[in-house]
């Protein structure tokens, strides 16, 4: 009885969590990493889907806003850069004052988007990386393998299987982190580009209204100051 319960003490452990255990110390920092790099990678893909949900509703807003004062976050940011614009006390024509808006108000969008693209390198240098890094633990783990054989001169399973199995879960950790990485990195940029492509359609509307404004208001001015002088002359 107490043969049988020492032998099965000494019994190596095949499960996935002891062959991670007993695995090579290079092997092992290399499982370390790709599992740091894939908890790194859902962080940064939780925090961009919040904050491309928050862009979009932002950019629905851009549409419909009209005043700086009643808008906040990046719809306020966009229009304030816009009427900074129209009011510069510039004497251009309403063409290039319309362009010199617009150019202002895709500046501060351009900001904006470059705030929420933090991250993204990352997302893309594990997804191109972390394969790369599990094959060289599968490399190691094999190179492990055939000096095993060598030293206890057997090819039986149970000398070559620990070694093969710790190299699989290093791959497997690799593909792992690689592919939630390269799968969010293609969607979060197709969603910021589609975003900015709606954000420049409000932006020339945008545009276009505070032209059309800055000109009702400079045709309103002059004629006000003619009834002024009609009156002043009867008044005479």
Known sequence: ME?????????????????????????KGVMILLVLASVATWAIIFEKII????????????GTARDSQSS???????????EHE???????????KR???????????????????????FLATTGSAAPFIGLFGTVWGIVNSFTAIAQQKDTSLAVVAPGI????IATALGLAAAIPAVMAYNMISVALGRAYAKGNDAIIELAREFVVGDARSDVRRPRSATVERIHAGKHS
Do not use: C, F
Not at 51 to 62: E, G, M, Q, T, W
């Open 72 to 82: 906040r976050g990046l719809v306020r940011d966009v229009l304030l850069a816009g």
């Open 99 to 121: 362009r010199r808006i617009e150019s202002a108000m895709r500046h501060e969008l351009k900001a904006q988007l470059q705030r929420i693209e933090i991250g993204l390198p």
């Open 51 to 62: 904050r491309v949900a928050i862009l979009n509703r932002a950019i629905r807003r851009l």
């Open 165 to 168: 199995a710790e190299a699989l």
């Open 86 to 96: 129209a009011d510069a006390p510039l004497d251009d024509t309403p063409g290039e």
């Open 3 to 27: 043969q049988e319960i020492a032998v099965a003490a000494a019994a190596p452990d095949y499960s996935v969590w002891g062959l991670v255990m007993q695995a090579d110390p290079v092997v």
